[in-house]
């Protein structure tokens, strides 16, 4: 199956700092990849679909300009979390895979806005 | 869009006894995956099961896709087994992975 490289998997930076994290698909051509978002003790909530030269799909009620995603070739793509405050302090997780393979994810990046 | 249910939310046991976890979906689905997500956060993929029963140690699952379904056992559970277990589906009318709230198991030594 593919393998998927999440970076960074901490993140600790001051409210008001745009954050950048990255997955990478290492073994695996991905047209598409998934980015969550994970509250403590909650469920993993799909934020938007990276769509490979393309703009991304948001799901409802997530930001577009806080959260922007860039996916510049199959093998990379990026969620920047802008001007980032407490409140988006989050587990973020991205996700490579779908159709009639199984998704292979990432180990996540835990971000904490002080 | 599509609902995924899981049950039962949480789930305490003696090390040893066997488990039962299941993933009600309310739309057709072009696949369904169960993931174990450890106390670092990583979600390890337990069974890839649209439909059918897979096996893999003391894991197994059973998906029947017409009732909409699937089942997670586990068998002779060890405290390593403690965590979150998600059912995750991906609606056969849509691309999207759906996951459900997850089923907290904790484990007993």
């Known amino acids: 199956g593919a393998v998927v490289s999440q970076h960074p998997s901490w993140v600790i930076c001051k409210s008001g700092t745009s954050v950048k994290i990255e997955c990478r698909s290492l073994?695996?051509?991905?047209?598409?990849m998934f980015w969550y978002r994970q509250f403590p003790k909650q469920s993993l909530m799909l934020m938007a679909t990276?769509?490979?030269?393309?703009?991304?799909?948001?799901e409802q009620g997530v930001e577009k300009d806080k959260f922007l995603i860039n996916h510049a070739s199959l093998t990379l793509s990026t969620l920047t979390v802008t001007s980032a405050h407490p409140e988006d302090s989050s587990f973020y997780i991205c996700?490579?895979?779908?159709?009639?393979?199984?998704?292979?994810f990432g180990d996540g990046t835990r971000l904490s806005i002080l | 869009g599509i609902q995924v249910e899981q049950s039962p939310p949480d789930l305490i046991l003696q090390e040893g006894a066997n488990s039962t976890l299941r993933c009600n979906f309310s739309?057709?689905?072009?696949?369904l995956q169960w993931f174990h997500q450890n106390p670092w956060g990583q979600l390890i993929n337990l069974f890839y099961?649209?439909?059918g029963t897979k096996q893999n140690g003391r894991l197994s699952a059973t998906t029947v896709a017409t009732e909409r379904y699937s089942l997670l056992y586990i068998s002779s559970s060890q405290t390593t087994d403690s965590g979150v277990y998600f059912c995750?589906?991906?609606?056969?009318?849509?691309?999207?992975?759906?996951f459900g709230k997850g089923t907290r198991l904790h484990i007993l030594p």
């Open positions: 996700s490579v895979g779908g159709g009639n393979q199984p998704q292979h």
């Open positions: 073994d695996f051509q991905a047209t598409t």
């Open positions: 990276s769509n490979e030269g393309s703009k991304a799909t948001y």
């Open positions: 739309d057709s689905v072009n696949n």
């Open positions: 099961i649209p439909s």
């Open positions: 995750a589906v991906e609606a056969y009318r849509d691309d999207k992975i759906i």
